[in-house]
């Protein structure tokens, strides 16, 4: 008879933002997995702009049919008093738009969920849902996917790869030997790393400002028919973020000024009530009532894929006569969390029927 330790498989997830911290947990908590996280940032380390999951909002306004697991889980993890007490809000959302689009497919199971009357529309919206969502505050989020990963037996090693084989064949320090498989999510390294260099990946660069508004506890999103779009959330702690900027192919690496002015003169104009009320009492607020209220600003640069997300098996060469399969699990964009834990169940299934059949598993499409 196997020992246990003889049947259980070892896995190397490369990448530990959102996406890799998730997927991680999930093939760990299926059984029978021993789990390595390489990556060259982890949440624990300082904000930098080549670690994305730092800089989202991030609230859940579901798009994809994957997004839906992950909101059942957070709706769960967000509950009043649980473990994540202080990481997550429920709050009210109000989704506006002129772009034409109507969302009503991808948001009407959401809890609370209605179409706004025209008379309560805010400037330059042609229509409005609104429901109930959440936010929750990403660095506390993420070292708690760390902590959890952890508790579970899972291995962190702090290197950055410069191909993906460097995963395969040992030569790394904590890593294993000899990997069953490997799963790669690595955000917009997908770009750069050796063995993948996938060019349909690309940053959408974002830049966001957090104002202490402790007075706003709802959250508004516009989408413009020009293609703009501003959106607001509250946070916990009474911070509220707000940005506007979604710019393909800019790799800006710091917050711009006149994206600062844009991205507050966008706000104020579907949400007047981010001024301080005693202004409001006095007089029409401009950006400049807004400027004392900043706390921090910043830019991350969302890993866009033109195709979207990628979720496939390939199968890399691992020694004489032996191959390993590599799922893929990048290119979330604007997504990430909320297709968290929906990505990283499809990446199990992926892996689970590469490794029973030998073959790739069927890529998400
Ligand atoms: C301003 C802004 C607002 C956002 N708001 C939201 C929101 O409200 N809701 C939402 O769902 N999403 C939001 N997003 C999107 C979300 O942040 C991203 O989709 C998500 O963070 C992507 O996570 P990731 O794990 O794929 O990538 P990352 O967080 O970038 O992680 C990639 C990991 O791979 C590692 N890595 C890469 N290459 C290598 C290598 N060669 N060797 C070793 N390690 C490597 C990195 O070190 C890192 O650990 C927002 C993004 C921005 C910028």
Redesign the pocket.
């Known amino acids: 008879m196997q020992r246990e330790s003889e049947t259980t498989k070892d896995i190397v997830v490369?990448?530990?933002?959102?996406?890799?911290l998730s997927t991680a947990i999930r093939i760990q908590e299926k059984g029978g997995y021993r789990v390595t996280i390489?990556?060259?940032?982890?949440p624990t380390d300082p904000k930098t702009i080549?670690?994305?999951?730092?800089?989202?909002?991030?609230?859940?306004v579901s798009i994809l049919e994957m997004d839906k697991e992950t909101f059942e889980t957070m709706w769960t993890d967000s509950k009043h008093g649980g473990p994540l007490h202080g990481c997550f809000l429920r709050y009210n959302h109000s989704e506006y738009r002129s772009d034409g689009v109507d969302p009503t497919e991808w948001l009407d199971y959401m809890p609370e969920f209605r179409s706004i009357p025209n008379d309560e529309l805010v400037p330059g919206a042609t229509r409005g849902w609104t429901f109930t969502t959440f936010t929750l505050y990403?660095p506390a989020y993420l070292n708690w996917l760390l902590d959890r990963f952890l508790t579970n037996g899972g291995t962190m090693v702090h290197?950055?790869?410069?191909h993906v084989s460097q995963a395969v064949h040992g030569g790394i320090s904590g890593l294993p030997q000899k990997p069953d498989a490997i799963v790669a999510?690595?955000?917009?390294?997908a770009r750069?790393?050796g063995g993948i260099e996938d060019k349909k990946v690309y940053p959408i660069r974002?830049?966001?400002i957090t104002l202490k508004a402790p007075w706003v506890k709802y959250g508004r999103t516009l989408s413009g028919a020009d293609g703009s779009y501003f959106y607001l959330?509250p946070r916990v702690n009474g911070d509220v973020l707000v940005?506007g900027i979604r710019v393909a192919d800019d790799w800006f690496p710091v917050p711009r000024a006149q994206d600062r002015d844009y991205v507050l003169a966008g706000v104020l104009a579907i949400c007047p009530e981010l001024a301080p009320p005693e202004i409001r009492a006095k007089r029409v607020p401009t950006i400049d009532d807004l400027r004392p209220l900043i706390v921090e600003e910043g830019?991350?640069?969302?890993?866009g894929r033109i195709g979207g997300i990628r979720l496939e098996t390939e199968w890399l060469e691992a020694g004489p006569q032996s191959e390993i399969p590599v799922v893929y699990n990048?290119g979330?964009?604007?997504?990430?969390?909320?297709?968290s834990w929906g990505s990283a169940s499809l990446a199990l299934g992926l892996l689970e029927e590469a490794l029973a059949s030998g073959k790739p598993g069927t890529p998400y499409h």
């Not at 290197?159 to 410069?162: G, I, K, R, Y």
Request: charged share 5%.
């Open positions: 490369i990448g530990a933002g959102v996406v890799g390489v990556a060259e940032t982890f080549r670690y994305t999951s730092h800089w989202a909002g991030a609230h859940h990403p290197a950055q790869l410069q999510c690595i955000g917009l390294g750069f790393l974002g830049q966001t959330m940005g830019c991350g640069l969302r890993p990048y979330h964009a604007g997504m990430g969390f909320q297709s």
